[in-house]
Nanobody, 124 residues
Framework: QVQLVESGGGLVQAGGSLRLSCAAS????????MAWFRQAPGKEREFVAS????????YYANSVKGRFTISRDNAENTVYLQAHSLKPEDTAVYYC?????????????????WGQGTQVAVSS
């Protein structure tokens, strides 16, 4: 059974940084596309970033491009989201997701497994 567990969220001031982690178990990690989504109160879940392996290709939402970096460590079965220059509008619950499809997608429907989420709050 696939399990995704996020960690690393918290409260940070605007302009600060956080690194989120997502540990995966129950699968051969390197075979799948991994992604981060986020959901703010009263809003729909939105795509943040994704990464596929072999070749390694990352995609970002325009709202985080240049500030966030997604990476993965296949040996540790972990995907990371490094967030810099955080803004109050980045406040949301951040979710890790896994897709068995060969191509990365920005659609929530393309992802088969989800973590429980980790809260990120950015104060102004």
């Amino acid at each position: 059974q696939v399990q995704l567990v996020e960690s690393g969220g918290g409260l940070v001031q605007a302009g600060g940084s956080l690194r989120l982690s997502c540990a995966a178990s129950g699968l051969t990690f390197s075979s799948y596309v991994m992604a981060w989504f986020r959901q703010a109160p009263g809003k729909e879940r939105e795509f943040v970033a994704s990464i596929r392996w072999n070749p390694t290709i990352a995609y970002y939402a325009n709202s985080v491009k240049g500030r966030f970096t997604i990476s993965r460590d296949n040996a540790e079965n972990t995907v990371y989201l490094q967030a810099h220059s955080l803004k109050p509008e980045d406040t949301a619950v951040y979710y890790c997701a896994l897709s068995r499809r060969p191509a990365a997608s920005t659609m929530t429907s393309a992802y088969d497994s989800w973590g429980q989420g980790t809260q990120v709050a950015v104060s102004s």
